[in-house]
């Protein structure tokens, strides 16, 4: 079932061949400078996790997002996963899916074959990532992609190659860290890093979540004189607890906090539902300063529930309007 997407806030029929990164760009251009909305979900764990995942999926879907996508398993657990969540989307929701797609430990092989399953499902954009080795691996032991450049240019070949978008070949999306990767200290050389992903045919930049807009808005400023100039795509997600706070410093790393939000994260003392709201009221702020600020995108880290970021978007579309 295939029915409209959204495109500068117009409802516009689906038709198959949108180019996500031409809807994003056109957006970006609209005078009106609505950000596009995306959301991120990850596969159920469970069996039983599918059917409450798709009730979350077909609340988001009254917020018109650009797209929703589905992070992948470097570590390999998850990946048949991420296939059949990508595919059941497609088939049966009206939402445009972006599969992450990680390099490590993958031949050209593996990644033709997954591919090929995408391009043949009408699935045609890819977030192409490198993914993290496991700790203490040997990056030539782990497949045949070195960095998520080289993968972007694959997939842009393959995607030419199977036809996909009339020979234009898959719509690519790239990761991008406002607050640095922590294996590139030199600021200067991660952002020649980002550059040779979009000089090697990436069409948008989704970031990193962060916390402190300051360094968002520093960092697009970079880009801009680095001649960075694809849609950037802000990531943002409530706070949802105390245990997800120090989740969020173990996986992204490098993430600043600032002290004004810790202080009303300390100030809801242990009361769980006062942190959920200081962490919604959080990304609320950042996301009226980031319409404010006339950013391409935002896109949500949904931890595969609805309550808080419905509440966020809902700050972002009184922003917008
Ligand atoms: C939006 C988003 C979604 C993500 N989704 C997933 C997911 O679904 N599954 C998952 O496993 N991980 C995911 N990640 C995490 C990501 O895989 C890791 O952060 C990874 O370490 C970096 O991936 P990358 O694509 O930016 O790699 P790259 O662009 O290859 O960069 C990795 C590091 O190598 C450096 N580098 C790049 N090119 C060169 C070069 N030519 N010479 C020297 N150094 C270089 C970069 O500066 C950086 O430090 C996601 C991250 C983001 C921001």
Known sequence: MRHTRMVCGARLPYLGVMHLGDVL????KSTRRAPAVSFEFFP????????????????????APSFVSVTYGAGGTTRDKTHALVLRIRRETPLEPVPHLTCVGHTRDDIRRILELYAVNGVETILALRG?????????????????????RFIRDEGARLG?????????????FPEGHPETPNTLHQLDHLKAKVEAGADYIVTQLFFDNHAFH???ERCNIAHICVPIIAGIMPIPSMQGLQRMADLAAGTRFPAALLRQLAQAGGDVRAVEDAGIEWAEQQCRDLAAHEVDGVHFYTLNKSDATKRVCRALECARA
Do not use: N
């Open 164 to 176: 996909v978008h009339g020979g234009r070949g898959f719509c690519v999306g790239v990761a991008g």
């Open 132 to 152: 993290d080795p496991p700790t203490g691996a040997k990056f030539h032991s782990l497949g045949d992609f070195r960095h998520a450049a080289d993968l972007v």
């Open 44 to 63: 159920p764990k469970t069996e039983a996790g599918w059917a409450p995942l798709f009730r979350t999926i077909s609340e988001f879907t009254e917020l």
């Open 218 to 220: 520093d960092w697009r």
């Open 25 to 28: 760009s056109l957006q970006a």
